[in-house]
């Protein structure tokens, strides 16, 4: 749809209603606008929905990329995000006695502490006093999931 300055047409037609407001109706354009609002609310719950069905299908294959009939892919990217608090990791497991050097490629010294991830989770599978300090440290972050659909 082309948004064309309003001094250029006295009516607008108001997509999935039919209704054809007049600019200079404040009346009209109130309902037109509150009818608007109302059908994006109800998009925004089908937008959840459809999303809702599309994790509830990628978490029973095991994917978070679905193929779908027509050769696009449904890709879902979101779900939980996993952050730690870095100084108080590093302070953590230099205190449980990991060699400076293996802290170092757990967390890396920048202007702010950053953990990797991977690297804390081969510690903590190496020692339980290792692994209760990620534990403490680790902190999970629900995000939205969304779903973008991709061509093959």
Do not use: W
Not at 2 to 12: A, K, M, S, Y
Not at 19 to 25: A, H, I, P
Request: net charge negative; hydrophobic share 40%.
């Amino acid at each position: 749809m082309t948004v064309v300055p309003f001094d250029q047409h006295e009516e607008v037609a108001i997509p999935f209603t039919g209704e054809v407001v007049s600019l200079t109706d404040a009346g009209a354009m109130a309902r037109a606008l509150e009818d608007i609002r109302d059908i994006e609310a109800q998009f925004r719950s089908l937008k959840a929905t459809f999303s809702m069905a599309f994790q509830m299908l990628a978490e029973r294959e095991g994917t978070k990329t679905l193929a779908l009939p027509d050769g696009r892919k449904a890709v879902l990217t979101g779900g939980k995000e996993m952050s730690y608090d870095a100084e108080r990791l590093e302070i953590g497991l230099r205190e449980a006695g990991m060699p400076e050097e293996r802290i170092r490629e757990i967390v890396e010294l920048t202007y702010t502490y950053r953990v990797k991830a991977v690297e804390a989770k081969r510690a903590a599978a190496a020692n339980p006093l290792y692994a209760d300090v990620v534990e403490m440290c680790r902190t999970e972050t629900v995000t939205p999931t969304r779903v973008s659909i991709r061509r093959a």
